[in-house]
């Protein structure tokens, strides 16, 4: 059965204090990997897209890589605008393009 | 460029009533997804649209659940003789092709009462 899991659930960091989110996933062939953003009250918006083991995108103070059983966001000397929840999700295996989307992991940086 | 839009932004109903949630795909993508977020829940997927037919639609929860599609562009999902746990937000997203990166709207809050 496909399966996104994310953690940790929720993570608060001083501002300046680095970080890592992890999402580990079971699919399939796997056909890219998404992390999204989402702010409250707001739809998904789109960071990453990850392809193949070994692969890294970065924006900003975020920073995507990608292993054959998960991916980690690290976030760099976070600021209070970062605060948010961060999305991982995977296309199923029914090659439909649907998404299996993790729990999210909220991220709260105080000043 | 416009992005994926959705309306209303909100909507309270009366258990039993029938909504209607309109999508506005990006211009020119031809897949659009429907999917709903509620607490505890995640985003679960819900209906799948290529052009304006829809080849996946596992993720409806019940008959009362309906989605159409006109024209590659609009999409409409309908939510018959509404319950309380029908209340989510309703979120649709589009992209360019299947399996592309998809583009969110802002969602549609539907709370029954």
């Known amino acids: 059965e496909d399966q996104v899991t994310q953690s940790p659930e929720a993570l608060r960091l001083q501002e300046g204090e680095s970080s890592s989110l992890n999402c580990s996933y079971t699919?399939?062939?796997?056909?890219?990997l998404f992390w999204y953003r989402q702010d409250p009250g707001k739809g998904p918006e789109f960071l990453f897209t990850l392809y193949s083991a070994g692969e890294e995108k970065e924006k900003e103070r975020l920073k995507a890589t990608l292993t054959k059983k998960e991916s980690f966001l690290h976030i760099t000397a976070p600021k209070p605008e970062d605060s948010a929840t961060y999305l991982c999700a995977v296309p199923g295996s029914s090659n439909t393009g649907k998404l299996i989307f993790g729990q999210g992991t909220t991220l709260q940086v105080k000043p | 460029g416009a992005g994926v839009s959705q309306s209303p932004s909100n909507k309270v109903t009366e258990k039993g009533k029938d909504v209607e949630l309109r999508c506005d795909p990006i211009s020119g993508h031809t897949a659009l997804y429907w999917y709903r977020q509620s607490l505890g829940q995640g985003l679960e997927f819900l209906i799948y649209?290529?052009?304006?037919?829809?080849?996946?639609k596992s993720g409806l929860p019940s008959d009362r659940f309906s989605a159409e599609r006109t024209g590659g562009s609009v999409s409409t999902l309908t939510i018959q003789r509404t319950q309380q746990e029908d209340s989510a937000v309703y979120l649709c997203?589009?992209?360019?092709?299947?399996?592309?990166?998809?583009?969110f709207g802002p969602g549609t809050r539907l709370l029954v009462l």
């Open positions: 997203a589009s992209s360019a092709w299947t399996r592309e990166t998809q583009y």
């Open positions: 649209f290529q052009g304006n037919s829809a080849p996946d």
């Open positions: 699919v399939s062939g796997l056909r890219g």
